[in-house]
């Protein structure tokens, strides 16, 4: 097995081409645009795979805009302006603590995207730095180019026919980390992944939050072929998409190899007509599209017996595979011969006539598709494509949830670049270089660290998400254990009861500038968050829910009152006692 990562993190400035800043949008949109997208010849005039496959959907693309939050750039109504100086030079901090060269000028690219994510048919890029390499416990991984990109925009809907998206999102300046295949194991893409997400953190300087940093898995296997797995956002699970990916394409291997054995390949077939056959069905499915104008072609797998329903990966079958290529042309999917046909209600006459009809032998399989006739030849002829391959094809995949993948699109090539003429190279001169602010490396990062905590806290706050914030309340004098025990232990259990925040820096600023006038003691902290998560603030939950601290007179006065009997008071007072003063007190 082979490994890769691609890192995609949004950088905290404005938008890359454009003045507009990078805060979301919240209401209804200002305006909604609507457009199709074509490919385009590449400089060598080649058009790119993927490029004519996403063309082939033949989908609409709605767009929605806000006049606060988006201008004309967004829009592809106006040139893009200047390059963002300011994510140029984080983009180039973070590059030099990967130990990457910057390059002497940056040349914007166009990456031709026409899913309907750019409403402009692609994706302005650059490379600016080559050559770097991270040190993880199994030897070094090379980093051969890090480019710094556009944000696509943010999806909202999809149907077989339109996509619907928003465009705050869109031209958020991102930062791009690719690795070469020098990961050894599904253990060591996480490590990997980890350690590239705390050097970026460590600068201070990236977004922060859901969706704000996505990874791209690249693997392969013996006999395989590379395929790139999209949108991995969860990093605990990284280590289940590589190894389900490979078994993925171990059992594909086996299928390939079980159908040249039999003679299957090259496979011969086409599509036929088969709809007279269904013209009284009680398959709701199949009536619901005749009814409507739709037509059912049907195709023979000679050979593919038992094929269609082998599974390749967790709930996935052979069939699947072949459904995701028939999705292409707008479809939703397929009807195999694996699958039982009476859950669909689909007689045993019907099943009769089509075996006839496609002269089926007892080793033969077949596929169904349903659809208007243009898009169901489309979707049936790219089902037997698939079934054709005698290798395993090179793909760009989505990461689903559960560890699994679907397939996207055929694996992008050259052919999607070309220089972008709108913006002028960018010179990277020793002066701009001198002029970058270099911030903390992550090994100094972890060397101050452990000077405040213990090296299991340390380490925990060195790959947390909420380390930026750790710093500037520590910064303000709160004290570094209570503040990293609060973030990373405190607030984690109160969100596996169900508490959330609408803004946890905001909150946690507050609690400890409270705490730090002595008005409340620690052990009050999560009873007091729990309650601002509804949105109070620290001074008037400790004034409603009484949690003022007892001290001094008071607190000798409680100690006389109850008999000086510490278990006693603890036990009735411990939200707002000071345990260390009250063990001083009764000392004294």
Do not use: W
Not at 35 to 49: A, F, I, K, Y
Not at 451 to 461: C, F, V
């Amino acid at each position: 097995m082979k490994l890769g990562l691609e890192i995609h993190q949004r950088l905290q400035s404005k938008k890359l081409f454009c003045e507009d800043g990078c805060d979301f949008a919240e209401g209804e949109p200002d305006i909604i645009i609507q457009r199709r997208l074509h490919p385009v010849l590449s400089e060598l005039g080649e058009t790119d795979d993927a490029s004519k496959a996403e063309f082939s959907k033949n989908k609409i693309f709605e767009y929605q805009a806000f006049k606060k939050h988006n201008c004309l750039v967004e829009l592809d109504e106006e040139p893009p302006r200047k390059m963002n100086e300011e994510a140029l030079k984080i983009a180039l901090e973070i590059a030099l603590q990967l130990n990457a060269i910057p390059v002497d000028e940056v040349q914007i690219m166009r990456k031709i995207v026409i899913d309907g994510s750019n409403t402009s048919g692609f994706q302005r890029t650059a490379i600016i730095a080559l050559n770097g390499h991270l040190e993880t416990s199994k030897g070094p991984v090379k980093i051969p180019t890090i480019a710094i990109e556009e944000e696509s925009a943010g999806i909202v809907s999809s149907s077989e026919d339109k996509v619907v998206y928003r465009l705050d999102r869109l031209g958020i300046p991102l930062i791009e980390i690719t690795t070469d295949p020098d990961i050894r194991d599904p253990e060591h893409l996480l490590e990997t992944a980890e350690k590239i997400g705390m050097v970026l953190r460590a600068t201070g300087k990236v977004a922060r939050g859901l969706g704000t940093i996505r990874q791209d898995v690249n693997i392969s296997t013996e006999g395989g072929a590379r395929v790139e797995l999209k949108g991995a956002q969860n990093l605990k699970i990284l280590p289940k998409y590589a190894e389900t990916e490979a078994k993925r394409q171990t059992e594909l291997v086996k299928i390939i190899h079980e159908l040249r054995t039999i003679n299957a390949f090259p496979l011969k077939s086409a599509a036929v007509d088969v709809t007279s056959i269904f013209k009284k069905t009680q398959a709701a499915v199949i009536e619901k599209g005749i009814s409507s104008g739709a037509v059912v072609l049907a195709a023979k797998l000679p050979k593919f017996r038992g094929i269609p329903g082998r599974q390749i990966q967790p709930g996935k079958r052979f069939g699947t595979e072949l459904s995701q290529y028939a999705r292409m042309a707008g479809v939703k999917g397929i009807i195999h011969g694996d699958e039982d046909l009476g859950k669909y209600k689909i007689s045993e006459d019907e099943q009769k006539q089509l075996r006839k009809k496609l002269e089926l032998g007892d080793q033969d399989s077949f596929i169904i598709v349903v659809a208007p006739e243009r898009q169901a030849l489309n979707a049936i002829n790219n089902a037997i494509t698939r079934a054709g391959l005698d290798f395993v094809p090179k793909e760009t995949r989505k990461a689903n949830p559960d560890g699994t993948s679907s397939f996207l699109r055929p694996l992008p090539g050259k052919a999607r670049l070309y220089p972008e003429t709108d913006v002028p190279v960018i010179p990277i001169t020793k002066e701009f270089l001198s002029s970058i602010e270099q911030s903390e490396s992550l090994e100094d990062k972890k060397k101050n660290l452990e000077k405040i905590l213990n090296k299991e806290l340390a380490s925990k706050m060195l790959k947390s998400r909420h380390l930026r914030l750790f710093e500037k309340l520590v910064e303000k004098g709160a004290d570094p254990k209570l503040t990293a025990t609060t973030l990373e232990e405190t607030i984690v259990s109160l969100r596996r009861e169900g508490v959330e925040f609408s803004s946890l820096e905001m909150t946690v600023e507050n609690l400890f500038d409270e705490y730090s006038r002595g008005t409340f003691v620690k052990a009050a902290i999560p009873d007091i968050l729990k309650a601002m998560a509804k949105g109070a603030s620290a001074e008037s939950v400790i004034k409603v829910y009484r949690f003022q601290k007892i001290t001094g007179e008071a607190l000798e006065k409680l100690i006389e009152e109850e008999g000086r009997d510490l278990k006693k008071i603890m036990a009735k007072y411990r939200l707002q006692v000071d345990p260390q003063e009250l063990s001083q007190l009764m000392k004294r």
